[in-house]
C-alpha cells in the first residue's frame, strides 16, 4: 500500500518561511518523480514544484520561483518543500505526488494535505 504523508503545515506570518516533507513508503520511490501541488478555496489546483527521480531536474510554477525549492532524499524517501518570503497568497493545502509517467496531468499517488496559512 503507498501512502504519501506530508508534514510541517502551520501558521507563519507573511516574509517567513516553512519547509514542508512527504515521507512515501509501500513504493521504489527512487523510481518515482514528486511533486508539490497547492489548492486554496475557491481554486483550482496548482503545480507548485517537481523533482526527477534523481532530484537533477527540477522546475516551479512562475508564482514561487525564487522563492521556493524542491528537494528529495531518496535514502530517506522524503521529499521536502522549502518555502521562504512567503506571501498571503500562498495560503492553501499543499500536496505531495509521485508519479512514474512523463507527464503531471495524472500523477499515481497523492497524499492527504498539509494546511499553510500565510498572515499579512
Known amino acids: 500500500q503507498v501512502q504519501l504523508v506530508e508534514s510541517g503545515g502551520g501558521l507563519v506570518q507573511a516574509g517567513g518561511s516553512l519547509r514542508l516533507s512527504c515521507a512515501a513508503s509501500?513504493?521504489?520511490?527512487?523510481?518515482?518523480?514528486m511533486g508539490w501541488f497547492r489548492q486554496a478555496p475557491g481554486k483550482e489546483r496548482e503545480r507548485v514544484a517537481v523533482v526527477n527521480w534523481s532530484g537533477g531536474m527540477t522546475r516551479y510554477a512562475d508564482s514561487v520561483k525564487g522563492r521556493f525549492t524542491i528537494s528529495r532524499d531518496n535514502a530517506k524517501n522524503t521529499v521536502y518543500l522549502r518555502m521562504d518570503s512567503l506571501k498571503p497568497e500562498d495560503t492553501a493545502v499543499y500536496y505531495c505526488a509521485a508519479t512514474s509517467r512523463t507527464s503531471w496531468i495524472n500523477p499515481e499517488y497523492w497524499g492527504q494535505g498539509t494546511q499553510v496559512t500565510v498572515s499579512s
Open positions: 509501500g513504493l521504489v520511490f527512487s523510481s518515482y518523480a
